[in-house]
């Protein structure tokens, strides 16, 4: 004869507390984190695009200036203001939408930032340039540069810029 199974000296309610969750309760909320690194992918794909075309008027009109005798410092500083209005742009249409402040409130903020990344990059490039690092074109430093500030960029823009 087999003996009775032994009494639980643990009340079900506490039994229940401390069994693992089954997948399927979880489930709601991995879906969610995975459609929130999904969207974010997403949109810093869309920040890289934008950034590329932004990068492309900055470069461009930098090389333009460049090639008229202006100081790259002037040069970049004047291609970098009018990539900041195209990124603001385009970035508020497609990338990060409208936002939950005011048009004037989100380009301050987004100026803002834009500045602050903006003396970054130029410290950035200036030491690049005056400690003899530049191999080729200054403005292939300036692409190197950018390419470092890119993820900041993309958090601060994301954060502070477009709320």
Same mark, same amino acid.
């Given at each position: 004869?087999?003996?009775?199974?032994?009494?639980?000296?643990?009340?079900?309610?506490?039994?229940?507390?401390?069994?693992?969750?089954?997948?399927? *309760?979880?489930?709601?909320? *991995?879906?969610?984190?995975?459609?929130?690194?999904?969207?974010?992918?997403?949109?810093?794909?869309?920040?890289?695009?934008?950034?590329?075309?932004?990068?492309?008027?900055?470069? &461009?009109?930098?090389?333009? %200036?460049?090639?008229?005798?202006?100081?790259?410092?002037?040069?970049?500083?004047?291609?970098?203001?009018?990539?900041?209005?195209?990124?603001?742009?385009?970035?508020?249409?497609?990338?990060?939408?409208? &936002?939950?402040?005011?048009?004037? %409130?989100?380009?301050?903020?987004?100026?803002?930032?834009? *500045?602050?990344?903006?003396?970054?990059? %130029?410290?950035? *490039?200036?030491?690049?340039?005056?400690?003899? %690092?530049?191999? &080729?074109?200054?403005?292939?430093?300036?692409?190197?540069?950018?390419?470092?500030?890119?993820?900041?960029?993309?958090?601060?823009?994301?954060?502070?810029?477009?709320?």
């Amino acid at each position: 004869m087999t003996p009775p199974p032994a009494a639980s000296t643990v009340a079900e309610p506490e039994l229940a507390a401390t069994m693992v969750p089954s997948p399927t *309760l979880l489930q709601p909320a *991995l879906v969610e984190g995975f459609l929130s690194r999904r969207e974010t992918i997403f949109r810093f794909a869309r920040f890289v695009t934008v950034g590329g075309l932004a990068s492309a008027v900055y470069l &461009g009109l930098t090389a333009v %200036l460049l090639q008229t005798g202006m100081w790259y410092m002037a040069a970049a500083a004047i291609g970098f203001s009018c990539a900041i209005v195209t990124n603001f742009t385009v970035n508020r249409s497609w990338t990060f939408g409208k &936002g939950e402040r005011g048009v004037f %409130l989100q380009l301050a903020s987004f100026a803002a930032v834009q *500045l602050s990344m903006m003396v970054l990059n %130029l410290g950035m *490039l200036f030491m690049v340039v005056e400690a003899g %690092l530049v191999f &080729g074109p200054i403005f292939l430093s300036q692409l190197a540069v950018a390419a470092v500030l890119l993820p900041l960029n993309f958090v601060a823009s994301r954060r502070w810029g477009f709320r």
